[in-house]
C-alpha cells in the first residue's frame, strides 16, 4: 500500500459537525480535519465521550502530519443517535461480577458502526486509533474487518479478558451513582471524576476540565446511553486469541498510573498482537494529557508508516 501522508504547514482544513446514517436506525456525527487526499485516520472516543473528547489540538497536529484525520461520537455520545434499550445498575453489576447480562447492543455492532462510517466517507480502509472503550472497538474492527485497517493504535485499553485491565472497583459507585440532573451538577461531578482517574503527572486544569464538562453536556449526555455503552464493555468478549491472528502494524500505548484499565490490559494486548510496540508512560493516567500529545502523535505516525 503506497502512502498518501505528506506533512503539511498549512492550516488543516476543518469541517463542521455532520450525520452518517449507518443503518439500524443509527446515525452518527462526525467532523473532518484535513486533506481528504492524506491518509485516512478513524478517531474511537471510549465509554461515554463524545468525539470533541479528542482534543482539537491533537486532531490538528495529526492532520498537520498528513493524516485525514475523522472523529465521531459514538451511538449513546454526543450528537449520535440514542438507542431505547433500559439498562438496569443490577445488570451492570451482575456483569461486573461476571454473571451472564444480556446488552442492548455488543462491541460488534459498536464496531459495524466505525465500518459504516467508513463506508458512508468512501473510504475503502483507514488507519484506526482508539481509547479505552474506542480501543476495544478498533480491536474489534482489526479482527471482524481486517481489511479495512491499515494500521491500529489501541491506547489505554485492552483484550476483554477479565483477568487483565481491570477497574480499581472503588471506582465502581461513581461510575454508576445515580447523577443529580442539571448542568452545573454534571460539570462538578465530571471534574471530580476525571481528578481521580486522570494522570498525576500531568495534573488538568480544573477550569480546563469544567469547560470540557459543559461542551459534553451541552452537545447532549446521557446517563442512560453512557450504561448501555458499559454494558458492552462488561459483556465483551476475550478477544486475546483472535488477537493472535492480526497482521497489521499496531501500537498500544497505556499509563502506568491509569485507575480505569490497569496497564496489564495494554501489556497483554500488546503481547498478543504479533509485532506490535508498546509505549508505558510513567505518570499517565486514563486521559491524554496535552503534554505528551507530540508523543502520541510521533508514535500513530511511526505506526502508520509500517503500514507502506
Not at 80 to 92: I, K
Not at 117 to 127: F, M, Q, R, T, V
Request: aromatic share 6%; net charge neutral; with cysteine.
Amino acid at each position: 500500500m503506497s502512502t498518501s501522508r505528506r506533512a503539511s504547514t498549512e492550516a488543516p482544513v476543518v469541517s463542521g459537525e455532520l450525520l452518517a446514517p449507518v443503518g439500524n436506525d443509527v446515525e452518527l456525527c462526525y467532523q473532518r480535519f484535513g486533506d481528504p487526499e492524506g491518509e485516512p485516520l478513524l478517531l474511537v472516543m471510549g465509554l461515554g465521550g463524545p468525539m470533541t473528547w479528542w482534543d482539537d489540538e491533537l486532531c490538528l497536529m495529526l492532520a498537520s502530519e498528513g493524516f485525514y484525520v475523522i472523529r465521531y461520537d459514538n451511538r449513546d455520545a454526543g450528537r449520535s443517535t440514542r438507542m431505547r434499550a433500559r439498562v438496569t445498575r443490577g445488570q451492570l453489576i451482575g456483569a461486573f461480577a461476571g454473571r451472564k447480562v444480556k446488552a442492548p447492543y455488543s462491541m460488534a455492532d459498536l464496531a459495524g458502526d466505525a465500518v459504516a462510517l467508513l463506508d458512508h466517507l468512501g473510504l475503502e480502509s483507514a488507519h484506526l486509533a482508539g481509547i479505552s472503550m474506542g480501543g476495544m472497538i478498533a480491536q474489534t474492527v482489526a479482527l471482524d474487518h481486517p481489511q479495512r485497517v491499515r494500521s491500529l493504535t489501541s491506547i489505554m485499553s485492552t483484550t476483554g479478558r477479565r483477568t487483565v485491565g481491570w477497574q480499581d472497583p472503588r471506582l465502581l459507585p461513581a461510575l454508576i451513582a445515580p447523577r443529580k440532573p442539571g448542568r452545573e451538577s454534571y460539570i462538578a461531578t465530571s471534574v471530580a471524576f476525571w481528578d481521580v482517574i486522570g494522570s498525576a503527572a500531568y495534573p488538568a486544569d480544573p477550569e480546563v476540565l469544567a469547560r470540557r464538562a459543559g461542551e459534553t453536556f451541552d452537545r447532549g449526555y446521557s446517563t442512560s446511553g453512557v450504561m448501555r455503552q458499559m454494558l458492552a464493555v462488561l459483556t465483551q468478549p476475550d478477544r486475546t486469541q483472535r488477537l493472535r491472528s492480526l497482521r497489521v502494524p499496531a501500537l498500544v500505548v497505556h499509563g502506568m498510573a491509569d485507575k480505569m484499565v490497569h496497564v496489564s490490559g495494554g501489556r497483554s494486548t500488546a503481547a498478543a498482537i504479533p509485532g506490535a510496540e508498546l509505549v508505558l508512560v510513567d505518570g499517565m493516567g486514563h486521559d491524554l494529557p496535552p503534554a505528551l500529545f507530540e508523543t502520541f502523535v510521533e508514535a500513530i505516525a511511526r505506526t502508520a508508516d509500517r503500514a507502506g
